[in-house]
């Protein structure tokens, strides 16, 4: 029975990240979605507390736990964020990055480099970014299609925007300062602080959104009361 051979790193590298880095070469997908999973659930946490979303309420006789969980906003959005890191961000980009690699390998040369940037930023960034948005404004709270083609819209634009600032400028970082094999780590920590930043966005937008409804709810309900009023007199 063959068996995947073991990856060798640099004797001074901390031993948690060089077992995360075999668990990487010898199970790729599986580790992606783990952390991935991991990733999705801080990012819903810290999202949700840095946006100013109030808590979710609980029962006068809820014990201390929950109440400290909800306010935490430790509740099932979180959860279903980390099914979304899972089982749609890790084996979509795990697909996209590899397909991309693989039309690429061998190719070597500044203009292929430039044609590979530029394919991950105008063909697998733009499916990644509607994919995280339209996840969002499901586990958000969208109940129908044209909510989150609309939160999808809302927030295209402004998201592959940052994309295409940062992902460039990391790989230029990683290319120059960092040793190959902290790569992977190192674009997850920035992809992590991107969706954080992303979740945020999405929760104000969505957060406004609702604020603006209410206000428009109860001008309406005064214009009814006011042309009822008039109406009795």
Not at 94 to 101: A, E, M, S, T
Request: positive net charge; aromatic residues 10%; charged residues 20%.
């Amino acid at each position: 029975m063959s068996t995947v051979p073991r990856p060798q790193y640099p004797p001074n590298l901390h031993p948690l990240l060089a077992q995360y880095l075999v668990q990487l070469a010898t199970h790729p997908l599986r580790t992606k979605a783990i952390t991935s999973a991991s990733f999705s659930f801080l990012q819903e946490v810290i999202g949700s507390n840095a946006a100013g979303l109030p808590p979710a309420p609980t029962s006068k006789d809820a014990s201390p736990l929950t109440k400290v969980l909800a306010r935490l906003h430790i509740d099932t959005k979180a959860f279903k964020m980390a099914l979304y890191g899972f089982f749609v961000s890790a084996p979509l980009g795990h697909y996209l990055v590899g397909l991309l690699q693989k039309t690429f390998a061998g190719k070597v040369g500044v203009k292929y480099r430039i044609a590979q940037l530029l394919a991950s930023n105008f063909l697998v960034a733009p499916i990644q970014t509607s994919a995280f948005l339209a996840s969002m404004a499901v586990i958000n709270g969208a109940k129908s299609l044209e909510e989150i083609i609309r939160t999808v819209r809302a927030g295209f634009f402004a998201v592959i925007r940052v994309t295409w600032i940062v992902s460039p400028l990391s790989m230029v970082f990683a290319q120059k300062f960092l040793p190959m094999e902290l790569w992977v780590p190192f674009f997850n920590v920035v992809q992590f602080a991107l969706g954080t930043l992303f979740n945020i966005k999405v929760k104000k937008m969505r957060l406004a959104a609702a604020k603006k409804g209410a206000e428009e709810r109860e001008r309406q309900r005064a214009k009814a009361e006011a042309e009822k009023e008039r109406r009795d007199d």
